[in-house]
């Protein structure tokens, strides 16, 4: 059996532009991990940003938001009944940027806990894993802000400066690679997904789909080459 579940983008209330990139990057990470999680099937980004709650047949979602304290960043993170629209736990969790590595992991198992589920091992990656500081991070979380508001562009600058610190990324890979494909470079996004396989067959901490492209001008040798 499986939840099946989806998270939304936090809402910003901190009236500053990095925080639209640490909601960004906070929600797609909690994203990330809990889609390796065989119990849960979590849809996608893309699904969860252009569709509502009720037009998802969810069985409950994750929101959240965020404020500031002086230096202090107050993240509320909710489990919402999806049918009914309760909430099943909500609560909050205050950190400095340099922390944000470690309270997203806390913020992750607390929602495991709520919800009951004891992943393995190999199922969980921790943040301090997938990012090398927390400037990383954060540049994460604007290159997913701006590929979302279809800045690709501005994406792919943000996914390269995290790439800079650390080449083999997979995520900042993976999502400079879909920012290349809305640009309708096909021949370097088929490359970076290529770049994925060839790092290793095992391509957690991310479930890599690759749609047929629907682009008219895209040949399908592209596809078949990976």
């Not at 960004?24 to 099937?41: M, N, P, Q």
């Not at 969980?124 to 540049?139: C, D, G, P």
């Not at 047929?212 to 001008?217: H, S, T």
């Amino acid at each position: 059996w499986s939840f099946i579940s989806s998270i939304f983008n936090f809402d910003n209330l901190t009236g500053k532009d990095d925080g639209d990139h640490v909601c960004s990057g906070i929600s797609e990470h909690i994203r990330v991990v809990l889609t390796s999680i065989a119990k849960l099937d979590v849809k996608s980004r893309r699904v969860t940003y252009e569709n509502k709650s009720k037009d998802l047949d969810l069985d409950y979602y994750i929101d959240g938001s965020m404020t500031m304290s002086g230096e202090r960043r107050n993240i509320y993170v909710s489990i919402v009944n999806a049918n009914s629209g309760s909430n099943l736990w909500s609560d909050q969790f205050q950190f400095k940027d340099d922390n944000i590595l470690a309270y997203q992991d806390t913020i992750i198992q607390r929602i495991l806990t709520e919800l009951k589920i004891a992943p393995n091992e190999n199922e969980i990656t921790s943040s301090m894993n997938s990012y090398k500081n927390s400037e990383a991070f954060k540049l994460m979380g604007k290159g997913v802000y701006h590929f979302d508001m279809k800045n690709y562009k501005e994406a792919i600058r943000a996914f390269d400066s995290v790439l800079k610190s650390d080449p083999q990324n997979i995520v900042a890979i993976y999502n400079k690679a879909n920012a290349y494909y809305e640009l309708d470079n096909f021949t370097g996004a088929m490359k970076l997904y290529q770049q994925i396989f060839d790092q290793s067959i095992d391509i957690d901490p991310i479930q890599l789909r690759l749609p047929v492209p629907k682009k008219n001008d895209m040949h399908p040798i592209l596809c078949e080459n990976i």
